[in-house]
């Protein structure tokens, strides 16, 4: 299987994570505000529904949703 097209990093030393998309940095999002907002400009209709899809977005280095410093 194939890895998800989107990935939110683990969270940074700072807080937040780094999000990808197709292996393109989209920015540092800090919630999932930041994260829907990054989708959407990357123009994905309809980002919140993608957040918990395992098909299009894949967590790496901890929680789903969790945004603390590492």
């Given at each position: 299987m194939a890895s998800a097209p989107i990935v939110v990093h683990r969270p940074s030393p700072t807080g937040g994570r780094r999000v990808t998309a197709y292996g393109r940095i989209l920015?540092?999002?800090?919630d999932?505000?930041?994260l829907v907002e990054f989708l959407r400009?990357?123009?994905?209709?309809g980002a919140e529904t993608l957040l918990d899809d395992?098909?299009?977005?894949e967590w790496r280095g901890g929680r789903a949703h969790e945004w603390d410093a590492a």
């Open positions: 920015g540092l999002a800090r999932d505000r930041d400009r990357a123009g994905l209709p395992p098909q299009w977005l």
